[in-house]
């Protein structure tokens, strides 16, 4: 079976205001299988961020591929490459970034309508996840209203919407107390799990990068397979 | 520090440059229109004032008639009154020139029914001819006079028939040179004068006016105007400072037969007769500041959202309170030094546009000199710069104070404005209730001061934003839309409280304007054209081109009548003759008309009274009051009007008030046999024609042009009039039209700033959009939502505050300030219309905001991004 994603020889340069030129990336070559389930880890400024940017299409490499389903996604073009994001790939974030003004419902619907999809199925689902993820007594509550771990679930169910083939999530724990990084974490990789969904999480945390099945770590852009 | 701090907001303006250009055009526009209304106002006076400093010059004191003419044996009796230095006698006569159109010469007149030969004044020349004031003097009066005529001028003057001196600029703009000969007209007579001299008034007088022109005075009674009549006699008090002694002296000695005036009372009479009209523009004006002022307050909102880590910053690093605020406030006042330096220019060129309109009202409605010049005074600067930077600076404090009040910590927290936002949402609500209920009750307890409309009015301006934070936050209650596009964009607008509400109440003030104005116009309209068809019922109209402004000079001569009375199928003709004259101290316009033709009670639309009553005892000598007289005057039926007659002061028993919107100091209609008795026997100065059914008044107004080929008439069809009636309503709004316009201009600015705003405050929520996978277009639509959405809230809250604001001017302003009553009408069509345009207005203000927003990138997520 083909890999889900893949990165063949990725470097990424960014120049500062200086002139000076940094390597978040260099040669990245790795793969990540379908359903399975992947964790980067490395200090920070080691480029795991720019790694699942790159991942997510919302960044460029400034040489090599990266490749989702198949498809170059650099070869493609802007518009290509969000219709690509939008249907293939879910995204948690460390800050949540929930919109502060909508529901905790509302928010996970955010994908469907963004995609465009039918009202019915896509409530039903996102009520569905949210029960799942133990928030079905908060769907209709505002965001401000919930604790952090409470805001991450409700990410974890947006990005698990719309049935990713790829979920993508940056520091997902890094905002929450251990507990409820733990706890997060475990659902995130549950419920990917139980979707099909392939998981490529970047954490500071030895402890949550033990729950994947593969670790890769980051040093000063050099990717290493972690035992 | 300091410098530190202001090297800080210099970087900080350059950053935001297109909101830096949005709120510097706000204040500019803002500051345009107050600045082009009050060059305008300013002009109108300087108009009268420069007249009466060019013609009168070092004069200490005028006499005029009560009558507008003075007896010329009045002048040895003047010459004899001890203290008098020297006296020149004058008479005053507007011509018109024959084939040469006037630029802002507008008056075809309003009040087209009195032209007609019935209530009052009105209509004169086409409305492009080109009059000149021909003031004719007695060019060997000891008193120095403010002109010199070229060297022999006096003699010519004397001794060539027809000799007239003309300004340069009026000479330029006509293509005359000494010499050349101009044909005129004074009434229906047909004079040719010849070119002798030109003499610059506007050298002693810069705002006075091109038209004036000099002739010597006996030769003006001779060929223009009545032997042995005067209109004005200007003294020099021998002893400089006896001035006001004198005055007393020769106001004893003359009694009821005339007025004694100094140059600086006659302004105030004319400031007086302006007022309402000068305040009803400046007020409209203001408007459009302060929906400049809301620009402001966004921008400034904006900023201070954008820094409020780094003034957390600054006050952490022991930057004060004060430092903060100094620095705000700076900014702030830089983007009003800016806003007025660009307004400046562009409210001296909106004067400049609308001088010509503004002129036409004056001449047509107050009988006033039109503007001659725009001028920019340093006076008029300085005042620009106080309500463009003061305005600024005023729309800056309150979330400049905000921020100084606040701690560093409470700076650098996460609290947002969106929570302080809608918290205050429901507070604004209520004191703009408050303020709506304060102004209702204030208005009421002072209902008999005129003013007390605009009381209310302000009020109602005020309310309207005050209403949008809390119709806004009532989208947060609509259900998420399906799609993310122009729904998705409208539903979110809620959640923008603090930019939003402040764009939705900009537009929801223009728009409250703009249809207020606009109803209160049609209404007007409406008002005017009922009128004019229940009183202009004849079916030619016959004038002179030079009846204007009260003349009695422009009469009608015996052949021009004899030649209306052959006319085929006239069955009947309608005699006017009219003057200025005075209620008390009031002027008014006093007209005599044919009150014994059948069906007379047809012809006047009476506000209260009985027709059939009021013309019997109109027949008997009574007079008719006009609307705005009784309203000013507070008279009523059955009691009497005071007049300054002939014989001294009369009373009339008032027969009735009649409808009459042509002359807003107000006016009197008696019988003609009534006004020769009062004024003395005299030609008529207009004259209707009522033809016999089936005739066709167009053929019966060729017959009359082809039967008086010497003389200067001007004959209309009632059609043709109406017309003309029409065309000078349409002008007299043309300002109002324009600052109408300058308000919603300076409101769609604000809806693309509160978007601009959004899409740099909000990236990170567009760029989590952009993670999603939403596409450019869709982002695109989100913000062309948004732009629509404050236009939509600013209707909803801005139509019914504009339909409470036409009640007020229709009801309250109008009736107490201008003296006439209004019919309501809702143009319903012109206002879809206009919504329309505000709508497409805020979608082509979304259009650049939107690109911008949607070149948001998804990498554009950070911690504080949402």
Redesign the interface.
Known sequence: MPPVLAFRGVSRLYRTAGGAVLHALRDVTAEVEAGSAVAVTGRSGSGKSTLLHLAAGIDEPSSGEVILAGRALSSLPDRARTLVRRDAIGLVFQFFHLLPHLSALENVLVPAAVAGDAQGPAEERARALLDRLGLAGRAEDRVQQLSGGEMQRVAVCRALLRRPRLVLADEPTGNLDDENGQRVMELLLAVAGEQGATLLYATHSRELAGLAGERWHLHSGVLERAA | MRTALLRAAGKELRASRALVLLSVAGVALGVASVLSIQILNRGALGAFEGGVRAVSGEADLSILGWTGRLPEDLLPEVLGTPGVGAAVPLQRVEVAVEGRPGPFDLAGGPAAPQAAGRTGRGSSASPSTLTLEVVGADLLAPLRLPWTLPRGGVAAALGEPGWVAVSPGIAAEAGWRVGDAVAVSSGSRRVVLRIGALVDFQRIAPLASRRLAVMDLAQVQALLGTPGVLHQIDVLAADPGGAAALADRLQARLGERARVTTPAQRTVEAEGLLSAFRLNLTALSLVSLLVGGFLVYAATQAALARRREELGLLRCVGATRGQVLGLVLAEVGALGALGTAAGIPLGWLAARANAGAVSGTLRSLYLLEGIERVELTPGLVALAVAVGVGGAVVAGVAPALDAARRDPLALLSSV?Q?EAAEAGAGWLLAAGGALLAGAAVVSAATARWPPSGFVLAAGIVAAAPLAAPAALRVL?RVP?????GVR?GLR?L??RLPSAAVAAGAVAVAVAMLAGITIMVASFRTTVVRWLGATLRADVYVTTPSWRRGRSEATLSPRVLDALGRAPGVVATDLLRQLAGYAGARRVSIAGVEAGLPAAEGRVALASGDPHTALRLLREGAVLISEPLARKAGLAPGGSLSLRTADGERGFPIAGVYYDYGAEQGAVLMDLRTFAGAFGPGPPTNAALYLAPGVDPEAVAAWVRAALPGDAVLVRSNRTLRAEVLDVFEQTFAVTRLLQAMGLVIAVAGIALSLLVQARERA??LA?????????G?LFRVFLGRGVGLAGFGLAVGWPAGAGLALVLVRAVNPAFFGWSLRLDWPLATLAGQGAAVLLAAALASVHPGVRASRT???E?S?D??
């Not at chain 2, 998420?480 to 993310?484: D, F, H, N, S, Y």
């Not at chain 2, 989590?768 to 450019?776: D, H, S, V």
């Open positions: 947002t969106q947060a998420v839309p399906r799609r993310l998705w979110t809620g959640a990170g929520e989590l959009y952009r993670a999603l996978g939403a596409t450019r869709q990138p998804a990498a997520l911690r991004a949402i």
